[in-house]
């Protein structure tokens, strides 16, 4: 099984739309919980760390479920700009070896 | 933000050349850096962790001997894979860790990537 599970998509959302998503992880002791946006082969980028009670930066929406080990991001009021691949990444030891999930793509059409 | 410049950025080599790509964090000093690989519609994997002046770990199913890693000071590490193959094709990424303390705490930035033709 692997450390990080996402849904691949795509998920194809006209502009102004609300998507979500969940990934899942394996490991109950995993302590940090991170969105990173990636754009095609390029470097990942920090979106938002996830916090236990939730998180929200603008229209970015993180969820942390503990409980069932999986996080979610949301994002209201979809821009052209998001279209992305949005990748799930756990941090088990607290020693930045990240776990990534393979991603979801997010495209956003005018 | 901190920056870290890796490259080249696009490598295109024949089967059995080997390949250096370097990391170097710009503005701050990184006591460890990661190198990743992801291929096409795939996570990132870890390769191996490398600490300034020690060497590198590497994960499981990663030849050491073929994908070098020297990390000689707090702002360089160089990965070299030693007679690429075709399937050794790839995105090889890097990513540093700031040391503790300052605005930087610890924060992980990653270079810009590196995609890798053998033919």
């Known amino acids: 099984r692997k450390e990080v599970e996402q849904d691949p998509g795509p998920f194809n959302v006209p502009e102004g739309a609300t998507v979500a998503f969940n990934c899942t992880y394996s490991n109950s002791a995993s302590q940090s919980f991170f969105w990173y946006r990636q754009d095609c082969r390029k470097e990942p980028k920090l979106l938002m760390s996830v916090y236990s009670s939730g998180n929200e930066d603008g229209r970015f929406t993180a969820q942390l479920n503990r409980a069932s080990q999986y996080i979610s991001l949301l994002i209201r009021d979809s821009k052209l700009s998001d279209s992305a691949t949005y990748l799930c990444v756990v941090n088990t030891l607290n020693d930045y070896k990240l776990s990534f999930g393979a991603g979801t793509t997010v495209t956003v059409r005018a | 933000g901190a920056v870290v410049s890796q490259h080249p950025s696009r490598v295109i080599c024949k089967s059995g050349t080997s390949v250096k790509i370097e990391c170097r964090s710009l503005?701050?000093?990184?006591?460890?850096m990661f190198w990743y690989r992801q291929f096409p519609k795939q996570s990132l994997m870890l390769m191996a962790t490398s600490n300034e002046g020690s060497k590198a770990t590497y994960e499981q199913g990663v030849e050491k001997d073929k994908f070098l890693i020297n990390h000689a000071s707090l702002t360089l590490s160089t990965l070299t894979v030693t007679s690429a193959h075709p399937e050794d094709s790839s995105f090889y990424i890097c990513?540093?860790?700031?040391?503790?303390?300052?605005?930087?705490?610890?924060?992980?930035?990653f270079g810009s990537g590196t995609q890798l033709s053998v033919l």
């Open positions: 990513s540093a860790r700031a040391q503790p303390g300052g605005t930087d705490n610890e924060k992980l930035f």
């Open positions: 503005d701050f000093q990184a006591t460890t």
